[in-house]
């Protein structure tokens, strides 16, 4: 396999402490990096850089890893613009407008909703995402469930079976027969696709028996739980994250002393999604508090039709330590290694030697630039599995 070194790199973020300033960022200055293949086989200083087949000199700019995005659901038609409308005008956001996506999805063909990731995964790839999750839940049946799977994992090894978004209109007045089909007929069609199993544990969609039922069966089937926690209110989603040994509790916006203890205390990563809070006007996650007790913090967008319809993780890198109590160190690890540790993965979200070749030039001298300048589409180019994926824009 040839050899390629990115050379002239002011500040190269490794997430590697050994590796660079003996920060949690691994910070090297005047860098360079070596693919080899789909891989990282070296880091460091220019001046020390081993000879290579090719060279990419990126002119002074900042390289980071590239996002790891563990939160998101793309498998859907159809939009929500009249309800993010009235939203912004006065009405509180409820679990309830997610049967609109449903009913959308239901009708698309599968051509139409593969062609739909498609979109959002080249709309965030553009702005620095090289891994992503995505979930089920739009299909609420079933056929629909498992072909939302199939979907999802032409495009992705993180797939999530999420039929326990909401109970499905068809069972709008037996919720425990809704679980059961989740837990029985439904689950078995899905497991092939899947990696993890996830439920929305929120007044208006799962409580936490239900939740708790959908997880186990999950678990049985060979599905990792992962657990929208703690959203809309106070609730038991993120212990029972805890106690089922779930890769992350997702959302945490409403936390009490003893959430928080147990999240710090366990493997459970706190995946924070402020695309939410900015989409609905909500009271944001404390991600200050979280971190100071020790809880690992993920940032993730949380990309869907209804509460967040962003794919940017820049944006909410920006929000994180705007709104969020976050350092711009801080929020650059959530969203790369952080991501990676809610996915429970060591082979993405740092730049070291082993590691998969997925890095971002950034159009900045530093990885402090994505919060310093919001808004602005600082991804200069992005490198996945060694391969150059967006390449520079003409000057």
Known sequence: MTTTAITHISALVTNDPSLGDSSPLGLIQDAAVVIEGDRVVW??????????????????????PGFVDS???????????QE????????????????????????????????????????????????????SGYGLTVEDEARALRIAARHTDEVTFLGAH????????????????????????????????????????????????????GRAKGLHPRVHANQLGHGPGVQLAVELDAASADHCTHLTDADVDALAQSETVATLLP????????????ARRLLDAGATVALSTDCNPGSSFTSSVPFCVALAVRDMGMTPDEALWSATAGGAAALRRDDIGRIA????????????????????????????????RGERVVAPRPS
């Open 275 to 286: 695309g939410a809070e900015f989409s609905t006007r909500a009271a944001w996650p404390d």
């Open 84 to 135: 993010f409308n009235a939203r912004m005008s006065g009405r509180a956001y409820s679990a309830g407008g997610i049967s609109t996506t449903v009913a959308a999805t239901r009708a698309a063909t599968d051509e139409e909703l593969s062609a739909n990731v498609a979109r959002y995964l080249a709309e965030a790839l553009r702005q620095g995402t090289t891994t992503f999750e995505t979930k």
């Open 166 to 217: 909401i109970v499905s209109p068809d069972y709008a007045d037996d919720p425990a027969g809704y679980v059961d089909l989740v837990t029985g007929p439904m689950l078995d069609a899905c497991a092939p696709y899947a990696r993890w199993i996830d439920v929305f544990c929120e007044k208006g969609a799962f409580d936490g028996d239900q939740a708790r039922a959908v997880l186990t069966a």
């Open 71 to 81: 939160h998101s659901h793309l498998v859907f038609a159809g939009d929500r613009t």
């Open 353 to 384: 030697p082993g590691a998969r070749a997925d890095l971002v030039v950034l159009d900045a001298p530093s990885h402090v630039h994505l919060a310093y300048r919001p808004g602005v589409p600082l991804v200069h180019e992005v490198w996945r």
């Open 43 to 64: 880091t460091g200083e220019s001046s020390k850089a081993p000879a290579t087949d090719n060279a990419v000199d990126v002119g002074g700019r900042a390289v980071i």
